[in-house]
């Protein structure tokens, strides 16, 4: 991304009508239930797959990728997360909402590990912990 390009922020909201708008205008709904959006996505996870198959672990960033490998991986990542939100919205999930709040059970399986304030050498005193509420 260039320094003087702005980042877009798009919603899921966004997405999500614009695919609706998309199989609309193309008379897909018919073909839209949540088994066939489900196998569709499977499908898009593997081939995002296949990008990584033979790379072995490779590094944050991707800092020896081609830019058109980067490329090619953003756009089965977009497939897989297009698939996703439209299965979401066939099924009347809402999908921020339910991550927002998988997050919030996420943390109480999974407590965060008390820490040492290293400033002070003392350990941390807030054992505050995500609800369903916060």
């Known amino acids: 991304m260039d320094m003087g390009e702005e ?4 919603s899921l909201g966004t997405l ?3 695919m609706d708008d998309f199989a609309k205008a193309r008379d897909w709904e018919k073909y839209h239930s ?5 196998l569709a996505m499977v499908g898009e996870v593997g081939e995002l797959s ?14 020896d990728w081609k830019e058109e490998d980067k490329v090619h991986l953003g756009e089965e990542l977009s497939d897989v997360l297009l698939y996703l939100v439209r299965l979401s919205d066939v ?3 809402d999908l921020g909402k339910a991550a927002l709040r998988k997050l919030g059970l996420n943390a109480i399986k999974y407590p965060a590990p008390k820490h040492t304030d290293h400033c002070v050498g003392e350990h941390s005193s807030d054992n505050t912990k995500l609800t369903e509420d916060n």
């Open 34 to 38: 949540p088994r066939n959006l489900l």
């Open 7 to 10: 980042k877009e922020v798009v």
């Open 16 to 18: 999500s009508k614009k």
């Open 91 to 93: 099924c009347g999930v």
């Open 50 to 63: 296949e990008i990584f198959q033979w790379r072995g672990e490779v590094e944050r960033g991707l800092p």
